[in-house]
């Protein structure tokens, strides 16, 4: 399998700017997770997924960002509008429920820049 | 509130000799463990995980062991080499919860 994959690797753009980030997770993994790691913060989870279905959105910042998971093989996360405190790098990770003890599988992250 | 903790922040160690990363956990319903590792503009990758019902789990090179009374668990490296140079976080997660609670992470410096 190739991993969990994310597009696009760096982003910049300029405040105010819709932004959508995009993850591709492990073929058969029935959980997804989208992270953000600042300086700050550290590794903060946004948002996850089973089944497609959010099931715990509590980590998203502020309504500016969104997730959806319109099939088991493709999530996003967007930014509208975007501001420069949302620069951060952004992480996808999945995981499966059977048998796997809690291990996710990250992506190489998005690096966002809003200028 | 900080339910994981990694103190410190990095660690300098030589060539073949054991690095000792420490995190302490205040949630009481934590019962499953994990290590990270992360290499620059790169996503964390898994090493190594421990269940609540044992202190301590070994692969190859890297031991984590667990002190449930204390909330303290530590990830041993023996002998430590160069490429394992890298941040370190620490994870854990409750007793049938599916998400993960990260530690600020460790920076490792393993000099040649």
């Known amino acids: 399998d190739a991993g969990v994959i994310q597009s696009p690797r760096h982003e910049v753009t300029e405040m105010g700017q819709e932004v959508t980030l995009r993850c591709k997770p492990i073929s058969g993994h029935d959980y997804l997770f989208w992270y953000r790691q600042t300086m700050m913060r550290g590794l903060e989870l946004l948002i996850y997924?089973?089944?497609?279905?959010?099931?715990?959105d509590s980590g998203m910042p502020e309504d500016r960002f969104s997730a959806k998971m319109p099939n088991a093989s493709f999530s996003t996360l967007k930014i509208q509008p975007s501001e420069p405190r949302d620069s951060a790098v952004y992480f996808c990770?999945?995981?499966?429920?059977?048998?796997?003890?809690?291990?996710?599988?990250f992506g190489a992250g998005t690096r966002l820049s809003v200028l | 509130d900080q339910q994981v903790k990694q103190n410190s922040p990095s660690l300098s160690v030589q060539e073949g000799r054991i690095s000792i990363l420490n995190c302490d956990y205040t949630n009481s319903m934590f019962d499953y463990f994990l290590w990270y590792k992360k290499y620059p503009a790169e996503g964390p990758t898994f090493l190594i995980s421990?269940?609540?019902?044992?202190d301590k789990n070994e692969d190859g090179r890297f031991t984590v062991f667990l002190n449930k009374s204390a909330k303290h668990l530590s990830l041993h490296i023996v002998p430590s080499q160069p490429g394992d140079s890298a941040v370190y976080f620490c994870a854990a997660s409750e007793v049938g919860g599916n998400k993960l609670v990260f530690g600020a992470g460790t920076i490792l410096r393993v000099k040649s």
């Open positions: 421990i269940s609540s019902i044992k």
């Open positions: 997924f089973n089944n497609n279905v959010p099931i715990d």
């Open positions: 990770a999945s995981g499966g429920s059977r048998g796997s003890k809690n291990i996710q599988y």
